[in-house]
């Protein structure tokens, strides 16, 4: 899956047991600047959720318009993240990033891992083109919840797998046993044929 983990959904029903998960997808957010400044819209990977456990890496999708909402290309966009604490580390391997706006007027930041710290953070942005500027944040959060709900529903279809191979093994053994309504019958007694011994006596 592409770009942040901003939608996940985990439920797991099993012997009374339930776990839920439930992280929901955050829509694009725009920030307008003020007159003559540039517009940044943040389309994938707002208020995103990051794993630290598997340190898997995201994107991001940034849009840059300029005041009358239409796309500027050859913008430079800048993003940088906190050098302490909860945070991330993106393809180059520093906390910031320079990218250029493609003629659609976006970036596709690739290679965003977080860090080993669980908390909260932001992320800056900021645009600039021939004098005009623009700034906002992309939030994020590292925890390693995904990772606790897999090692749960991993265990929990262990124990339905074992729970099933044993309910399989009683029923074979049921049926070995004439469908377990008690001891199989004794076979009756075989049945032995001995000739006799001829006679030989007088015409009569």
């Known amino acids: ?24 997808a955050a829509p694009a957010r725009a920030v307008q600047q003020p007159e003559g400044g540039l517009r940044i819209t943040i389309v994938e990977g707002d ?14 999708i940034i849009q840059v318009e300029d005041e009358n909402r239409r796309p500027v290309a050859g913008a430079l966009v800048t993003l940088t993240a906190p050098r302490d604490g909860a945070s991330a580390i993106f393809s180059n391997g520093l906390n910031n990033i320079t990218l250029t706006t493609d ?18 953070f932001s992320i800056r942005v900021t645009a600039v083109k021939e004098g005009l500027r623009g700034m906002t944040q992309i939030n994020v ?10 090692g749960a529903t991993a265990k929990i279809i262990t124990f339905l797998a074992i729970v099933g191979a044993g ?14 309504t008690g001891p199989a019958a004794a ?14 006596g007088p015409p009569r």
Request: glycine letters at 12%; hydrophobic letters at 50%.
């Open 1 to 24: 899956m592409s770009g942040f983990c901003s939608g996940l959904r985990v439920q797991v029903v099993a012997c009374g047991m339930a776990l839920l998960l439930v992280c929901p």
């Open 47 to 60: 208020e995103a959720i990051f794993n630290v456990r598997q340190r898997v890496a995201r994107e991001a």
């Open 103 to 120: 003629d659609a007027g976006r970036v596709v930041v690739r290679g965003i891992r977080p860090n080993s710290v669980q908390g909260r």
């Open 141 to 150: 959060t590292n925890a390693a919840v995904a990772a606790a709900a897999a």
């Open 167 to 180: 309910a399989a093994a009683g029923a074979v053994a049921a049926t070995r046993n004439g469908g377990g």
């Open 187 to 200: 076979a009756p007694p075989a049945t032995t044929i001995t000739p006799g011994t001829p006679t030989v």
